[in-house]
């Protein structure tokens, strides 16, 4: 995850124009922030609901990051500890704000399941079809 150069001036021009860099924690914290300080709560929410999807993807990258320090050589495990590290501080720093905490806890489970899929802990007793 990169630093992306939005400022709370910059980042509701740049969520109205679909420009706002969605895997940026400290982007969506920004766009958040300036969409309520403009009085825009329908961006907020929007704002809010990217921060939720993204927050998800940040613990399942956790979670992710434990077992493949244990699948993995120990050559390996500094770049892995990193990569959490940075998971970790991003999903700090949406939770600092308590309405995108809210939101990462407040998806629907069914969208959780499809993150996790996708980002979190490979699992061994599935099969090829993704089936226990």
């Known amino acids: 995850m990169d630093q992306t150069t939005t400022t709370p001036e910059t980042a509701v021009p740049a969520l109205i124009a679909g420009m706002l860099d969605h895997d940026s924690p400290q982007a969506l914290v920004d766009a958040y922030r300036s969409a309520e ?13 990217f921060a939720g999807v993204l927050g998800q993807e940040l613990r399942a990258r956790q979670a992710r990051g434990d077992e493949d320090v244990r699948h993995s050589h120990e050559s390996s495990h500094d770049e892995i500890w990193a990569e959490q590290d940075e998971a970790g501080n991003g999903l700090s720093l949406l939770k600092s704000v ?12 069914e969208e959780k399941a499809a993150i996790w899929s996708e980002h979190g802990p490979y ?4 099969d090829d079809e993704g089936e226990a």
């Open 98 to 109: 308590p309405a995108l905490e809210a939101a990462i806890e407040g998806l629907d489970e």
């Open 123 to 126: 699992r061994d007793d599935l």
């Open 37 to 49: 300080a403009a009085g825009r709560p329908e961006l907020a929410a929007q704002v809010a609901r």
